[in-house]
């Protein structure tokens, strides 16, 4: 009896290492968004994509494994590279969405490659490549984060507006609060960079961020047009 019950328990053992080797390595996403006027801004120099300037919108950053603690795997499969056959059906919406204002101008492939490979490699166990980035584009679709600011007032018109309120209206919209990261301008005023949201490891579901980044805003942002 005592040694059947040593065996179960061996057994149990066994199994969860089992599960724990092909479970996710990664507890949630960030759906990282940029706002290009503050890009631009802040780089000095930023270069629009080789088909002409991006549209007045957030673009997306990328899709980020992360875990709870505020850490992330990175880089987790050298043998994934990027391959935009693959994604061949996305790339227009990709143009549209997630536009690389890096100096030299690109086609956003560079990009792209960099934002798989980093990140995207991380959470192989739940999507592949096609349905990674497909997953990003839906999300964008999904969360139209321009239009939710200026239904609350705010607008990329060069003004100031709380970071509480940026804030609230996302919240509002969505049910979640974001994550808000901001960078320094040249007279040293905090601007708006980028908003995270957090999403489930399906890749399709907001959900309640377990941790949010250290954004470095002050109470009051910068909105610079673009
Ligand atoms: P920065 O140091 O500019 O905040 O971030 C540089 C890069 O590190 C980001 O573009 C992203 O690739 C990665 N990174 C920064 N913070 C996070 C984070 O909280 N989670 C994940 N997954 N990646 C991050
Ligand atoms: P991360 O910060 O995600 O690790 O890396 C961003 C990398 O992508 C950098 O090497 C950066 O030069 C390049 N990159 C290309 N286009 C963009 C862009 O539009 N925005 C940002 N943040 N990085 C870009």
């Known amino acids: 009896m005592k040694s059947n019950f040593a065996i179960f328990i061996k057994l149990l053992f066994v199994q969860c290492l089992a599960i724990g080797c092909v479970s996710q390595g990664f507890d949630f996403f960030y759906f990282v968004q940029q706002w290009p006027g503050s890009y631009c801004d802040t780089k000095q120099s930023c270069c629009y994509p080789t088909t002409g300037k991006p549209e007045t919108d957030f673009g997306i950053h990328g899709l980020w494994p992360n875990y709870n603690d505020g850490s992330y795997p990175s880089n987790c499969d050298p043998d994934s590279p990027f391959h935009q056959s693959e994604i061949s059906d996305l790339i227009s919406r990709m143009?549209?969405?997630?536009?690389?204002?890096?100096?030299?101008?690109?086609?956003?492939?560079?990009?792209?490659?960099?934002?798989?490979?980093?990140?995207?490699?991380?959470?192989?166990?739940?999507?592949?490549?096609?349905?990674?980035?497909?997953?990003?584009?839906?999300?964008?679709?999904?969360?139209?984060?321009?239009?939710?600011?200026?239904?609350?007032?705010?607008?990329?018109?060069?003004?100031?507006?709380?970071?509480?309120?940026?804030?609230?209206?996302?919240?509002?919209?969505?049910?979640?609060?974001?994550?808000?990261?901001?960078?320094?301008?040249?007279?040293?005023?905090?601007?708006?960079?980028?908003?995270?949201?957090?999403?489930?490891?399906s890749g399709s579901n907001l959900i309640k961020c377990p941790v949010l980044p250290n954004g470095r805003c002050s109470s009051i942002v910068d909105f610079p047009s673009f």
């Open 95 to 201: 143009q549209t969405s997630w536009p690389s204002l890096a100096c030299p101008s690109s086609n956003g492939s560079a990009f792209w490659s960099h934002e798989w490979e980093k990140h995207g490699t991380c959470s192989e166990s739940d999507l592949d490549q096609h349905g990674y980035f497909e997953a990003a584009l839906s999300l964008k679709d999904k969360v139209d984060l321009l239009q939710i600011l200026k239904s609350s007032g705010i607008q990329a018109d060069g003004r100031s507006y709380s970071k509480s309120s940026i804030s609230e209206a996302i919240r509002g919209a969505t049910g979640y609060a974001p994550g808000i990261e901001c960078n320094v301008d040249a007279s040293g005023n905090s601007q708006l960079y980028q908003i995270y949201l957090c999403v489930d490891t």
